[in-house]
């Protein structure tokens, strides 16, 4: 005999089944059917999706953010006093409007660039009250994302194996910079560190140089976008078996990845790797930024014919049929000579008068811009790249948009970052349908905002 738990954990199984697309007619004729009556056919492919972000920092809330700009409804849930940790990491800050009621620097530019598309939930888990809200909104989530160490959340019973109990067709993703198991699990991971520990900073910086950060967190960033990927594949795979699954996402595994043909190249030579080349590159030549007048440009000389392209357009045809250039591996032989004598004609333009000369010949070449300059890019700006929005009590500010570009669904900057704890009565109210008075007696506590 089914239990009445047993009961609802099959039902609320089925349903899941039913809102992942089973590849089933009789599913596929329900959802062919809704999908009729929709007037708009530009649906976000994540949209009828929730997701309970309980991250911080960049890495968890890069990842919630792209599973918000395809649709789904995301619930920031934050400590009701300090917020994120980025709220308070400035300036600049996108200061408050005067009449706007709000008191101090203003919102983040940091907290802003990786949590538009989200409501935010004021709540403290220190209390039983804040647990048993996290406890109902995972029982209505689809997807939980976590950044705290190993172990944390199992004192507050949020750990995986008990919210899989509430709701068996929980995707719980975790977030961290070693991973659930290993020997450095228990180890605090910022980016930077990952970043030294797994090899990125030893291959980032000039030749003769000392190793370097990249000049943004992109461990944290890759690993959001591993995350954000693996999400996705969790939920067409329940929708095949009706189950969630845990996923342990750890900054250190994606760094490792992500060092891509570098690691595949240590792996079959069983050498050593070759340091840092700057932006110059091991195997090709010409293959880097050379100085101009005012600035730099790229060129890449990847093949003998786009060496060509260079030589014609420094004026320099003879280069061509040099013994010492004529083909890749001799010119990587005479790096320095062949780097030399093109950087002497670069420096004698304007990194703009280049650009016109080498307009349209085919050739892989660039500026070497600013953060600026790139937001200010024609491209850039053609592309739809840079969005300006109301903040309710900032006004407008600019945002960088979302960059993927779909034929049928217009994943767009809906909604602008929230301030803390902006949506909490909304959420307890229209999600978990509690009275007011209950609300106001949960702020009194301390356990929400």
Request: aromatic residues 6%; charged residues 25%; neutral net charge.
């Amino acid at each position: 005999m089914t239990s009445p738990l047993s009961a609802r954990l099959i039902s609320r199984a089925s349903n899941q089944v039913l809102k992942d697309n089973v590849s089933c007619s009789a599913v596929y004729s329900i959802r062919r059917r809704r999908f009729a009556n929709v007037a708009d056919a530009m649906t976000l492919p994540l949209k009828g999706y929730k997701v309970l972000d309980m991250t911080r920092v960049l890495a968890g809330p890069y990842c919630t953010q792209i599973l918000g700009d395809l649709g789904a409804e995301v619930i920031k849930v934050e400590h009701p006093i300090k917020g994120d940790d980025t709220r308070h990491w400035g300036p600049p800050y996108a200061r408050y409007i005067d009449g706007s009621g709000r008191e101090g620097a203003g919102e983040s530019a940091y907290f802003i660039s990786v949590n538009r598309n989200k409501k935010s939930l004021g709540l403290s888990f220190q209390h039983k009250s804040g647990v048993d809200i996290l406890h109902k909104l995972a029982a209505e989530s689809d997807v939980l994302v976590e950044n705290y160490l190993p172990g944390t959340l199992k004192k507050y019973n949020l750990d995986y194996d008990t919210l899989r109990k509430i709701n068996p067709g929980l995707i719980y993703a975790s977030i961290t910079g070693y991973g659930q198991t290993g020997p450095y699990s228990n180890r605090a991971g910022y980016d930077v560190m990952v970043e030294a520990e797994m090899g990125l900073m030893h291959i980032t910086g000039s030749r003769d140089g000392p190793p370097v950060k990249v000049g943004v967190a992109v461990t944290d960033l890759t690993t959001g976008l591993y995350t954000s990927n693996s999400i996705m594949a969790a939920l067409i795979a329940r929708g095949k078996s009706g189950r969630g699954q845990h996923i342990d996402v750890a900054l250190s595994d994606c760094q490792v990845a992500t060092l891509s043909n570098l690691a595949s190249s240590a792996l079959i030579s069983g050498e050593k790797d070759e340091g840092r080349w700057g932006t110059a590159h091991p195997s090709i030549v010409p293959y880097r930024s050379y100085k101009t007048s005012d600035g730099d440009i790229l060129f890449g000389g990847g093949n003998d014919r786009l060496f060509g392209l260079i030589c014609d357009g420094l004026g320099h045809p003879e280069w061509k049929t040099d013994p010492r250039f004529e083909i890749n591996t001799q010119r990587v032989a005479h790096r320095e000579d062949l780097d030399s004598l093109i950087e002497s004609i670069t420096k004698t333009k304007p990194t703009r008068e280049w650009l016109e000369v080498f307009e349209g010949s085919g050739l892989p070449y660039s500026a070497v811009n600013d953060i600026q300059g790139t937001l200010n890019h024609a491209h850039v700006l053609a592309r739809d790249m840079v969005e300006e929005m109301d903040h309710e009590w900032c006004g407008p500010i600019k945002m960088v948009n979302t960059p993927i570009k779909f034929s049928e669904s217009k994943p767009s900057i809906r909604s602008v970052p929230p301030v803390l704890g902006q949506h909490t009565d909304e959420i307890l109210r229209e999600i978990l349908g509690l009275s007011e008075a209950h609300i106001e007696k949960l702020k009194a506590e301390g356990a929400v905002k």
